[in-house]
């Protein structure tokens, strides 16, 4: 604890004090306080992280000195992040992964576990759309989109679960969407059945895993600014949307990030089991 008559130089930071360090200006004593992160000593696991909004909410944890393990399928582009973020003393590795492979998660969960011993933080972003009109819709691209969205969710909380479970703390936050809610904007009923699948999963588990401190939390975007929106539907399209929104503009990244941020920290130690919406009000 630091003396009342110390001067700390710092504000709203879990901190390292060092005492006794002289300030010659102020011919006084003062307290150096260099600032911890919150997740530190944590490990996060991200999925779809090499860009959208899984690489903002992996850049969030990661700030906040979580070691963060960045899952994708697109290994390359999950390593240039790691780089992009390691430049700026950030702790992360890439790992690649297609998480409806239950092979593949599982090798990736025993990799994590040997090499870092715990899993603290699971944010399964890993996803993918498809707009595609029902009567044109094949059990191929139904089965691909199930699989990805939520048989991968569903393998990487399957595979971390017993870890969290055994240490009595987990925080983990899938990505259900508005689809999750009521039904996809830009289509895709089998996109829109696989976020439902999603919430039904993160409030299943939050039951079963309360009691063994593990919450589990689901976020709802509505159009977020990402490659994935961008490459599915016309510039043109888009700006319909932005001014049918009562918050007239597509949601960021990094608000998306924040809320994740939220959901894994002691802030929202009271909330499980939940699916909360981010879309500037589209569902008003």
Known sequence: MVPRDKRVLA????????PGVRDERLQEDVWIVTPKGEFEGKVAVVTGAAQGMGRAAAERLAKQ?????????????????????????????????DV?????????????LGELGHIDILVNCAGILRPTPFDELSTAEWDRVMSVNLRGTFLMMRMIYPNMKERRYGRIVNFSSTAGL?????GGAHYTASKHGVMGLTKAVAKEGAPFGIRVNAVCPGLIDTEMV???????????????????????????????????????????????????????
Request: charged share 25%; hydrophobic share 40%; proline share 2%.
């Open 65 to 97: 000195g979580a070691e963060t393990v960045l899952v994708d399928i697109q290994l390359d582009r999950a390593l240039t992040v790691c780089a992009e973020l390691a430049r700026n003393g950030l702790k992360t590795r890439a790992l690649a992964c």
């Open 11 to 18: 504000v709203n930071f879990i901190c390292d004090i060092q």
């Open 230 to 284: 961008q490459g599915s539907i016309s510039p043109e399209r888009i700006r319909r949307y932005e001014n049918s929104f009562p918050i007239a503009r597509l949601g960021t990244v990094e608000e998306v990030a924040d809320l994740v941020y939220f959901l894994v920290s002691d802030r929202s130690a009271y909330i499980t089991g939940v699916g909360v919406n981010i879309s500037g009000g589209d569902l008003l």
């Open 182 to 186: 009521t039904v996809s904007t830009l």
């Open 100 to 112: 409806s492979d239950e092979n593949q998660v599982r090798k990736l969960v025993e990799t994590i």
